[in-house]
């Protein structure tokens, strides 16, 4: 027998790999960057999920590609969004759009694209746990990289993105990566605002948390995943934002109610120890996020966001079932909605709204019945810890509008694709050791 016989298969690029690269991609590359030469803006993230989209309707007409088949309810979702999408943009289109507004619509409607397609490529291509592993860790290791930056960015006041130089783009806007609230800097690391990256830090954190302790009952080495833990806590608070804090307070909840107890009493000694550092290190940035909470009536953020229901409820009623179209609420011709249903149910109608809630349901709900299917501790973790990070999003599609945000869209629909992956590969090991 040969060497080249005896030597290991070399494992090909799938749906893992691709979906590993849009991580590097949608996380490292600043988020105000897009891609030159085009008619439209399109940020390099973006187009590689329009490339998945692409993989993914060919991958379904051919058995070559690896793409699996079969019924899944997290696919099923994904399906009813993208129709309920598609079904609001043709009433939209059918009726007199003025020129600005259909643009945009179409831009929107791109966007949109790319994320299911990212979704699909997650959901039917990443398979078996070991690859979803493989992507979940890159999302970790960007974190913590996006951290360190915003760690630069908030000790010196100095934005390093500013001299990431990528071929092939141009600045999209001014959008400052550091901005101040109370005399302390907010910054936004590579995303494009400082809730923004707060949430990113949210939605990642329980999957770090995983890894860290699997790490450790594992017997392998846990100290890198335990330091890309506390870069991404300490990214969350620089933030310096409400939302992060809610979603990860949402998030907590599911980790606790599923934890063993002695994990759940470790995990608070620490957040509590933590906090005191960051108290200590830090002053005035605890005292900053809390005065969030302690004075929500009289903040000014939290006015804004709720003196516009009576112009939200009258858009509604006009078009109730599908919206007035998707992308055709244009700022700064129209108040902003600081809140994702809120724009949802303008936008795409009660149909839009349950078809939005009902992606990251059906996610959460595989992902916990991947916990009971799963027949080994570690991806009984893996499937609470995912539950966890997409009530993340879930919750702050309340409090800030998700789908503006390009970095945090992209995680939240990797994640949703993800959890489908994980209950495949669940039910079918179960249904192979049965």
């Given at each position: 027998?040969?060497?080249?016989?005896?030597?290991?298969?070399?494992?090909?690029?799938?749906?893992?790999?691709?979906?590993?690269?849009?991580?590097?991609?949608?996380?490292?590359?600043?988020?105000?960057?897009?891609?030159?030469?085009?008619?439209?803006?399109?940020?390099?993230?973006?187009?590689?999920?329009?490339?998945?989209?692409?993989?993914?309707?060919?991958?379904?007409?051919?058995?070559?590609?690896?793409?699996?088949?079969?019924?899944?309810?997290?696919?099923?979702?994904?399906?009813?969004?993208?129709?309920?999408?598609?079904?609001?943009?043709?009433?939209?289109?059918?009726?007199?759009?003025?020129?600005?507004?259909?643009?945009?619509?179409?831009?929107?409607?791109?966007?949109?694209?790319?994320?299911?397609?990212?979704?699909?490529?997650?959901?039917?291509?990443?398979?078996?746990?070991?690859?979803?592993?493989?992507?979940?860790?890159?999302?970790?290791?960007?974190?913590?990289?996006?951290?360190?930056?915003?760690?630069?960015?908030?000790?010196?006041?100095?934005?390093?993105?500013?001299?990431?130089?990528?071929?092939?783009?141009?600045?999209?806007?001014?959008?400052?990566?550091?901005?101040?609230?109370?005399?302390?800097?907010?910054?936004?690391?590579?995303?494009?605002?400082?809730?923004?990256?707060?949430?990113?830090?949210?939605?990642?954190?329980?999957?770090?948390?995983?890894?860290?302790?699997?790490?450790?009952q594992l017997g392998r080495p846990a100290v890198r995943w335990w330091l890309c833990v506390g870069l991404i806590a300490v990214g969350l608070v620089f933030s310096a934002s409400r939302s992060p804090v809610l979603g990860l307070a949402a998030a907590g909840l599911i980790l606790l109610g599923g934890w063993p107890h002695r994990r759940r009493v470790r995990a608070v000694l620490t957040l509590l120890l933590f906090l005191v550092v960051v108290r200590i290190t830090v002053p005035g940035l605890l005292g900053a996020i809390t005065g969030l909470f302690g004075n929500i009536g009289g903040d000014e953020s939290v006015r804004y966001r709720t003196s516009d229901y009576g112009i939200a409820?009258?858009?509604?009623?006009?078009?109730?079932?599908?919206?007035?179209?998707?992308?055709?609420?244009?700022?700064?011709?129209?108040?902003?909605?600081?809140?994702?249903?809120?724009?949802?149910?303008?936008?795409?109608?009660?149909?839009?709204?349950?078809?939005?809630?009902?992606?990251?349901?059906?996610?959460?709900?595989?992902?916990?019945?991947?916990?009971?299917?799963?027949?080994?501790?570690?991806?009984?973790?893996?499937?609470?810890?995912?539950?966890?990070?997409?009530?993340?999003?879930?919750?702050?599609?309340?409090?800030?509008?998700?789908?503006?945000?390009?970095?945090?869209?992209?995680?939240?629909?990797?994640?949703?694709?993800?959890?489908?992956?994980?209950?495949?590969?669940?039910?079918?090991?179960?249904?192979?050791?049965?």
């Amino acid at each position: 027998m040969t060497a080249t016989a005896l030597a290991p298969l070399r494992p090909r690029t799938d749906g893992a790999t691709f979906s590993a690269l849009f991580v590097v991609i949608l996380m490292v590359v600043p988020a105000r960057l897009i891609l030159r030469g085009l008619p439209f803006a399109l940020t390099p993230a973006e187009a590689v999920g329009l490339f998945a989209f692409v993989w993914w309707l060919c991958a379904h007409l051919t058995l070559s590609l690896g793409a699996a088949k079969g019924g899944n309810p997290v696919r099923t979702a994904i399906y009813l969004y993208a129709v309920a999408y598609l079904a609001s943009y043709a009433q939209a289109a059918i009726s007199y759009l003025e020129p600005r507004e259909l643009e945009l619509a179409d831009h929107i409607g791109i966007i949109a694209i790319a994320m299911i397609g990212i979704a699909l490529l997650a959901c039917d291509g990443v398979r078996g746990t070991e690859r979803i592993d493989l992507v979940l860790k890159t999302v970790v290791v960007c974190g913590a990289i996006i951290s360190v930056i915003a760690v630069i960015q908030y000790v010196f006041t100095y934005d390093i993105t500013a001299d990431i130089p990528i071929p092939g783009t141009r600045i999209r806007g001014e959008a400052p990566a550091i901005m101040e609230r109370n005399g302390l800097n907010r910054v936004a690391a590579t995303t494009s605002h400082p809730i923004e990256f707060g949430v990113v830090c949210s939605m990642i954190l329980p999957i770090a948390l995983h890894y860290a302790f699997a790490a450790g009952q594992l017997g392998r080495p846990a100290v890198r995943w335990w330091l890309c833990v506390g870069l991404i806590a300490v990214g969350l608070v620089f933030s310096a934002s409400r939302s992060p804090v809610l979603g990860l307070a949402a998030a907590g909840l599911i980790l606790l109610g599923g934890w063993p107890h002695r994990r759940r009493v470790r995990a608070v000694l620490t957040l509590l120890l933590f906090l005191v550092v960051v108290r200590i290190t830090v002053p005035g940035l605890l005292g900053a996020i809390t005065g969030l909470f302690g004075n929500i009536g009289g903040d000014e953020s939290v006015r804004y966001r709720t003196s516009d229901y009576g112009i939200a409820l009258e858009a509604i009623s006009r078009h109730p079932w599908l919206g007035q179209g998707h992308g055709t609420w244009y700022p700064p011709y129209d108040i902003v909605f600081d809140n994702q249903y809120l724009l949802t149910a303008v936008e795409g109608g009660i149909i839009g709204v349950l078809t939005l809630v009902g992606l990251f349901v059906a996610a959460i709900w595989a992902s916990l019945r991947s916990r009971w299917a799963a027949t080994d501790p570690t991806t009984r973790d893996l499937g609470l810890s995912l539950a966890a990070a997409l009530t993340v999003p879930l919750v702050g599609c309340a409090t800030f509008d998700l789908n503006a945000f390009e970095t945090t869209s992209g995680i939240a629909f990797l994640f949703v694709g993800l959890s489908g992956a994980l209950l495949r590969a669940t039910t079918t090991t179960r249904e192979a050791s049965a």
